[in-house]
């Protein structure tokens, strides 16, 4: 993909997202405004349940906002399309094809012909690193692997935005890092749109061009950092003194939101534990 | 869908659809029918329900060998180089592929379980051990089976494996045909479910064998009713099966189809008919199961014929050994009914045998 043409420019207006019937609403997205730049790798990062995940349905199409409007490259979104493709916290490959079966999943439902899409497969399978592999099913595939394979089934769509959540949850540690490393590679090489969501800081930091720090439920932005550390990235930016003062003013943002988060679910413990206290007469 | 996936999936239903319509040709008949003179009264009726195939079989024939070719030849085409290698790979000389299958570990500890049960029914009078003792040992049924009036010299014996495995069939291939659909159409719209699933719901406990009265009271012929009941006892439990299948399809698969750019169309026939297939088969092999239960009971009561017959009549008549023959003969028809079920399951899912 030439970097020239770049698409993928999202524009949140206010939206906002309600669950539940009308006397009992639960607020999960509050007027969030902000814009995902196109052609950089913008990550969401705020603490957990605090509504990323929904707010990544909304403009991935599979639910659609109570109020305000979501806007890609000016046009507004009605449904799931290919133009925006998500990589989900499990993986979603279809365990009942092989990988190759699975990347030729896009280009097959479109119509595109067997032999093309099968080459194009191929091309992108060996770019992943999973040459050898097209005839495996994913039970077979390490979840590395399986992530991979995801990867390149979301690519051959040409995507103009990969909305990732929480991709790398769930792999050890060795893995998760081989995979940041891999994820940064693809995008300084193809320099398509990503919105990434993560929850931890690191990650967020070491990836991405712009940081949107969430606050805790109801979800909006918060903050809006620019990363301007140098790419090519690798592991070496991580004890930068910029990636430092980065962290440090992320952390304090975020810290305050994690903190107003965990007091709302501890209340709720510390009354039952009280309550629980009192039946059984405790000290009494 | 590729041509050759296409061409395969309609040899199965068009395969399905004859084997499961071949009972019509009985719609109008009654078993025992009368022989003409000269023909052993068994053996026609055996004879009736093969013609039965033959003609479904003449019908089927052309269609089926057409998709075939289709799907062999373009499946060249459409499937890949690594594929075709793999299947090359496969092929061993058939003697090796036989003598794999049968001399192996997991046969041998099967023939030692069953060779285990032998000897155990064998020593048990000597032994005396209480209650197994008074089964006739297996040496004894095996000489009545074998001996001059044993059921092995017998036409009603073999035309009975014939017409139980018949009535089998037809029921649980009707199941199948009406079962599957209904229970995706089930698993998919809620409304279609709303409304007709209470009522499924009330007739569901009632045991298949209850509606044997009615059975025999509405439907034309006694032979349409043991079918009719046999179905009953398939197609309760593929069903129900079915629906938790669609609704055990991960949502989150059926979203990346749409994000992929699939339609409607796409998502049923990619991704919730593969991910109900494994739902499908555990029912079918649990109703092929109820489906011998049923068939026995339903010989016992509206048939003339068959192994059930069989059995009961030799219990009529106080031939103990040739009652247990009969039973021996409903279990290993009962294994090799499963045994194919499970096959083909196996085959049809071979992403599930990987882990």
């Known amino acids: 993909m030439p970097a020239g043409k770049v698409e993928g420019r999202v524009e949140c207006r206010d939206v906002t997202r309600m669950f539940g019937e009308v006397w009992a609403r639960q607020l999960v997205v509050d007027g969030a405004s902000f814009v995902v730049e196109a052609g950089k790798l913008n990550v969401m990062v705020g603490p957990s349940g605090c509504g990323k995940s929904t707010l990544i349905n909304l403009i991935a199409g599979y ?68 040459r050898g592999f097209e005839d495996k099913y994913p039970s077979q595939l390490s979840g590395g692997m399986q992530r991979r394979c995801e990867l390149a089934r979301a690519l051959i769509n040409q995507p103009k935005i990969m909305l990732m959540d929480e991709p790398f949850r769930g792999l050890d540690a060795m893995t998760r890092e081989l995979m940041q490393e891999y994820l940064l590679r693809l995008f300084e090489e193809t320099q398509v749109t990503i919105l990434f969501v993560t929850t931890e800081l690191e990650e967020a930091i070491f990836l991405g061009d712009r940081l949107f720090i969430m606050s805790a439920k109801p979800t909006s932005v918060k903050m809006v950092l620019d990363v301007d550390l140098p790419r090519p990235r690798d592991f070496h930016v991580l004890t930068s003194e910029r990636y430092a003062e980065l962290k440090q003013v992320a952390l304090e943002a975020l810290y305050e939101e994690a903190v107003k988060a965990f007091a709302k679910g501890s209340k709720a413990a510390y009354d039952l534990v009280e309550a629980f206290g009192k039946r059984v007469g405790t000290g009494g | 869908m590729s041509l050759a996936n296409a061409a395969k999936w309609a040899l ?95 046969t041998l500890r099967g023939a030692l379980g069953v060779l285990a049960i032998l000897i155990v029914w064998q020593l048990a009078q000597p032994l005396g051990i209480p209650i197994i003792k008074r089964i006739p040992p297996l040496s004894e049924v095996v000489s009545r089976f074998f001996d001059d009036r044993g059921l092995f010299w017998r036409d009603k014996y073999w035309a009975g494996w014939v017409i139980s495995l018949f009535r089998i069939f037809s029921g649980f291939m009707l199941a199948l045909l009406i079962g599957v659909p209904q229970g995706l159409a089930w698993g998919i719209s809620r409304t279609m479910k709303a409304v007709s699933f209470p009522v499924f719901e009330i007739f569901r406990p009632i045991p298949p064998l209850a509606f044997l009265p009615a059975a025999i009271y509405l439907m034309p012929t006694a032979e349409l009713s043991i079918i009719f009941v046999i179905f009953l006892g ?83 008549a106080g031939d103990i050994p040739q009652v247990v023959v009969g039973m021996a003969s409903m279990g290993v028809g009962g294994a090799i009914c499963s045994a194919v079920i499970w096959r083909l399951g196996v085959n049809l899912t071979p992403w599930r045998r990987l882990f």
Request: glycine share 8%.
């Open chain 1, 63 to 130: 639910e659609e906002p109570t109020r305000g409007e979501i806007l890609i490259d000016g046009q507004r979104v009605q449904g799931p399309g290919r133009d925006r493709l998500v990589v989900f916290q499990e993986t979603a490959l279809f365990p009942w094809m092989t990988s190759l079966e699975n990347v030729r999943f896009g280009p097959e439902v479109r119509g595109i012909s067997p032999k093309e899409s099968r080459q194009e497969a191929r091309r992108l399978l060996e770019k992943v690193g999973l």
């Open chain 2, 12 to 106: 199965v239903l068009w395969t399905l659809i004859c084997v499961g319509l071949g009972f019509f040709r009985f719609a109008d008949t009654t078993f025992p029918l009368n022989p003409p003179p000269g023909v052993h009264g068994e053996l026609h009726i055996a004879l009736q329900a093969m013609r039965a195939y033959q003609y479904w079989g003449a019908i089927w024939i052309a269609p089926a060998a057409a998709l075939f070719l289709v799907w062999r030849l373009r499946r060249e085409v459409d499937e890949d180089s690594a594929s075709r290698r793999r299947a090359v790979e496969r092929r061993q000389p058939v003697a090796t592929r036989v003598r794999k299958a049968v001399f192996n570990v997991h």
């Open chain 2, 234 to 316: 398939a197609y309760f439990t593929i069903v129900i099966n079915t629906i938790n299948g669609v609704y055990n399809v991960d949502k989150s698969m059926q979203r990346a189809a749409l994000s992929l750019g699939a339609r409607r169309g796409d998502i049923f026939w990619r991704i919730i008919f593969p991910g109900t297939l494994p739902s499908i088969i555990t029912g079918a092999t649990v109703g092929m199961g109820i489906t011998w239960m049923v068939l026995v009971a339903a010989e016992m009561i509206a048939g003339r014929s068959g192994i059930g017959f069989l059995t009961w009549e030799s219990y009529t």
